[in-house]
C-alpha cells in the first residue's frame, strides 16, 4: 500500500479541527458566564490569544486547501467574538478541507507553489515541500497553542483529548 501526500495531510487536519471544536465545548462549558474570558485569553504578551490560534489554524487549513487541493478561495474575515462563531469557523474549514479532491492534493507534490511571507514576501515550494515543511508545522504549532490555552484556563482537556481517543 502506498501512502499519499494526502494520506498524511487531508484527513489529519480533518480529524484534528474536528478535535478541536470538540475540546472548545468544554471550554464552552466552563466559561459559558464570562466566554470573553477563555476566548480574549493569551499565553503570554506579545502571542495571538485564543480566537487568533483558531483563526491561524482555520487559515493554515484553508491555505492548504487552495494551494495544494486546487479548492477555490473562499473568504473567512477575522471577526470571531463567541463560541459559536468560533464553532462556525472551524466547521467551515473542516467542510473546505473534506471538498478536496485526493487526485488534485497529491497532484501538487511536483508543482511549485508561492507561500506567502511577512518577512520574506512570497518564497517558492514544491507543494510536498508547502505540505511538510510549512503546512503541517504551522498547522500543528496552533493547534498546540489551542490546547494549551484551553489547559491553562483550567479546562479539562488531557492528552487522550488532544489524541482523538475520547
Given amino acids: 500500500m502506498t501512502v499519499t501526500l494526502y494520506d498524511t ?6 480529524t484534528n479541527v474536528k478535535m478541536i471544536k470538540t475540546i472548545i465545548e468544554k471550554g464552552r462549558e466552563k466559561f459559558s458566564s464570562n ?3 477563555l476566548l480574549e485569553s493569551k499565553l503570554v504578551e506579545g502571542m495571538g490569544g485564543f480566537i487568533f490560534q483558531i483563526q ?9 486547501a487552495v494551494r495544494a ?3 477555490a478561495p473562499v473568504a473567512l474575515p477575522d471577526n470571531e467574538k463567541t463560541f459559536a462563531d468560533v464553532q462556525a469557523r472551524l466547521q467551515k474549514t473542516v467542510d473546505i478541507l473534506e471538498s478536496i479532491k485526493e487526485d488534485d492534493f497529491n497532484a501538487s507534490a511536483e508543482k511549485t507553489i508561492k507561500v506567502p511571507s511577512a518577512k520574506l514576501g512570497a518564497i517558492d515550494m514544491s507543494g510536498r515541500d508547502y505540505v511538510v515543511k510549512f503546512a503541517i508545522p504551522n498547522f500543528f504549532f496552533h493547534v498546540c497553542m489551542t490546547y494549551a490555552l484551553l489547559r491553562k484556563a483550567g ?8 489524541l ?3
Fill in 9 to 14: 495531510t487531508v484527513p489529519l487536519f480533518i
Fill in 35 to 37: 466566554e470573553s474570558e
Fill in 56 to 64: 491561524r489554524i482555520s487559515d493554515t487549513a484553508k491555505g492548504l
Fill in 69 to 71: 487541493g486546487n479548492v
Fill in 155 to 162: 479546562v479539562d482537556v488531557g492528552k487522550d483529548d488532544f
Fill in 164 to 166: 482523538c481517543r475520547n
